[in-house]
């Protein structure tokens, strides 16, 4: 009895430590995360403590404290039988560490080796920071002893050391402990990135056999290598050009001033690939039509397929009544003769310029010079002009609204339409009293050329500030492929502008400039050449504007077969013909 009446606690034999926690210590002590298990191991390894009052060992539950996972516990229970061995095996002679653990200072006890405190502590000194999810099995380690005052085990330690880092990092294997030598963590995290990048090597191989990428690395070198020998140097097409307007001008000026039935001449209207910046190779090709205007006109179909019409002149004074027949139909083999006539006359004054022979069926009086040992042609079209509504057979064709919208379908449709002196077949096949030689067919060139210049679904495409797309340079590789199996082969019949209707109808199922980008050249190539071969399978391609006329139907279809073979025969082979 003490003289204040209570008795004094005898000290346990077993208990090394001297001094018990005062107040302050206990305050501080309250701060720090309660360690599962703590009162438990403590009774076992002999080290109790005075119990405290219950109120002033209750917490606060400590809500950023991550809770203990499965491998963690079992860590745990492992560290303890570790530790019990331990504690077997000492002597009186201690070794007392430090642990720096949050200001709070653990002694730990061992003999002769170091404890897996303290080489966790090292380790953590050396480890660099990984990436958030990295999941590191902690060196099973005992728990330090403490006495009188609680100390944070290994795991929650190693925890705290640790950032958080984010999932699907490396994970570092389990360092080796035996006679204290370890790898690195920088070595560990080498090793697994390695593995890592090895193991997505292998995943990108089977995904994409490297063949297969050699062979599409290939076909856009070649592709982009022919487009650069298609290119047309500047210079040549400045010189081309300055011919060919000068001459159009001579004729315009002779047209208006000796023709009476063609005084009326509008401002030629300059159509076709190299107008479309479509040329390929030289700028060996020009067509420039010259609008004849007519404001009152009856036109009727000739044929089922929409394409051609019978045109007859309203009452009125007009220049071209000379040219009508009694059934008051205008003869459009009788204009496009005077026409040639006036041309001729023209062109005599300009020695450098050849007028070749008529072709059958042709409307264009063609013209010929060389500039820079280069011969180009010029073909001169007389037309009509017609500023009515169109058509009916165009109701169901020129679908583009899914592509540049249903205002510009219908700015174009404002727009007049023109009729050339062409036909198909024999000249005197008639049709209701009208013979095939003196009707029209009708011409959407204009439409065509601002469809091409404004291509994309957006407005800014292969603009400088917007994005490129690869249409033109597929339909450049189309009009090649199809010019040199032209020559190797028979398929005269087949022309560019099959080529230029293919395109615009990719383009309608095609619609987003997405669709068509610049660095997808060898797969929209290859998309455009899948479809002009269903096209020829099946001797089908339908005029974009007048969906009731086929393009192929005057074609031979075997030959039709034939020319979607070698295309295919091409696009399988890598294109060797570009070689």
């Not at 009293?433 to 957006?458: M, Q, T, Y």
């Amino acid at each position: 009895m003490t003289g204040r009446g209570r008795p004094r606690k005898a000290k346990s034999p077993d208990t090394k430590c001297a001094k018990s926690p005062t107040r302050a210590e206990e305050t501080k002590q309250g701060s720090l995360p309660r360690c599962s298990g703590r009162a438990k191991e403590e009774k076992q390894n002999g080290t109790t403590k005075e119990q405290k009052p219950k109120k002033r060992q209750q917490k606060k539950p400590n809500h950023n404290e991550e809770k203990p996972s499965v491998q963690s516990t079992q860590s745990e229970k492992t560290t303890k039988h570790f530790t019990e061995e331990i504690g077997k095996q000492q002597k009186t002679s201690t070794v007392s560490t430090k642990a720096p653990v949050q200001g709070t200072k653990a002694k730990n006890y061992a003999r002769r080796a170091k404890s897996p405190e303290q080489f966790t502590e090292e380790t953590m000194k050396v480890q660099p920071v990984l990436p958030k999810c990295t999941t590191v099995d902690p060196v099973k380690t005992t728990k330090a002893k403490t006495c009188g005052k609680k100390a944070k085990s290994t795991e929650q330690f190693t925890d705290k050391m640790q950032p958080e880092i984010p999932k699907a990092s490396v994970q570092v294997t389990k360092a080796k402990t035996c006679a204290g030598r370890t790898k690195s963590p920088e070595n560990l995290t080498e090793e697994t990135t390695k593995k890592r990048q090895k193991s997505f090597k292998s995943t990108r191989e089977v995904c994409e056999p490297q063949d297969k990428c050699k062979d599409k690395a290939g076909v856009d070198s070649i592709l982009y290598t022919t487009l650069d020998t298609l290119k047309i140097k500047k210079d040549e097409r400045s010189d081309a050009s300055k011919v060919i307007n000068n001459i159009v001008r001579n004729i315009m000026e002779h047209l208006k001033k000796n023709s009476l039935s063609f005084k009326e001449v509008q401002e030629p209207l300059r159509t076709g690939s190299y107008y479309e910046n479509l040329k390929i190779s030289n700028p060996d090709e020009f067509d420039v039509m010259l609008p004849i205007p007519v404001d009152r006109v009856d036109i009727e179909p000739f044929g089922n397929d929409g394409a051609f019409y019978s045109v007859a002149l309203k009452r009125g004074k007009s220049p071209l009544t000379k040219f009508q027949q009694e059934t008051g139909i205008l003869s459009a083999s009788e204009m496009l003769k005077e026409f040639r006539e006036e041309v001729t006359k023209c062109v005599k004054t300009f020695k450098e310029w050849e007028m070749t022979r008529k072709k059958k069926g042709c409307p264009a009086v063609t013209l010929t010079t060389e500039v820079n040992s280069v011969t180009i042609s010029l073909d001169v079209v007389l037309c009509l002009v017609v500023k009515s509504s169109w058509p009916a057979f165009t109701k169901d064709g020129f679908k583009i609204e899914g592509w540049l919208g249903t205002k510009m379908r219908q700015q174009y449709k404002y727009q007049p339409y023109y009729l050339v002196p062409k036909y198909e077949g024999r000249g005197t096949a008639e049709s209701d009293g009208v013979l095939a030689k003196d009707v029209w067919r009708v011409s959407f060139s204009h439409v065509e050329k601002a469809i091409l210049k404004n291509h994309g679904s957006e407005k800014t495409c292969c603009e400088e500030a917007g994005v490129r797309c690869c249409r033109k340079d597929c339909l450049k590789l189309l009009k090649h492929l199809l010019g040199l199996l032209k020559e190797r082969g028979s398929f005269d019949k087949f022309c560019s502008y099959h080529a230029k209707t293919t395109l615009l109808h990719a383009c309608c199922s095609r619609t987003r400039d997405t669709d068509w980008q610049a660095s997808s050249l060898s797969h929209c190539f290859q998309m455009l050449l899948k479809d002009f071969e269903d096209h020829l399978d099946k001797g089908v391609l339908y005029n974009f504007f007048i969906p009731t006329q086929n393009l192929l139907s005057g074609l031979n279809q075997e030959k039709c077969r034939s020319l979607a073979k070698c295309i295919k025969d091409q696009r399988n082979n890598g294109f060797p013909i570009f070689k």
